[in-house]
């Protein structure tokens, strides 16, 4: 992705769940922001897929 597409974001998380993330990251020499993004992604991505199978399942219920 280029990074004109790219948006900085700020969050305010635990001190030490950060530093946790942040060794983590580094000791498996992942880039934290890209880590991040993937968990936003697949986050977004069964999110998108539960709500669709709640509908389904609401108007399946419906029509019962």
């Known amino acids: 992705m280029s ?14 769940i950060h530093m946790q993330f942040k060794m ?3 000791r498996n020499s992942a ?9 936003m992604q ?5 999110s ?3 709500n669709a199978e709640r509908k389904a399942k609401n108007l399946e219920n419906e029509r019962r």
């Open 42 to 46: 697949n986050y977004s991505n069964i």
């Open 3 to 16: 990074k004109e597409n790219k948006k900085n974001v700020t969050l305010s998380i635990d001190k030490d």
């Open 48 to 50: 998108l897929e539960l």
């Open 31 to 39: 880039d934290m922001s890209l880590t991040v993004e993937n968990f």
């Open 24 to 26: 983590e990251t580094t």
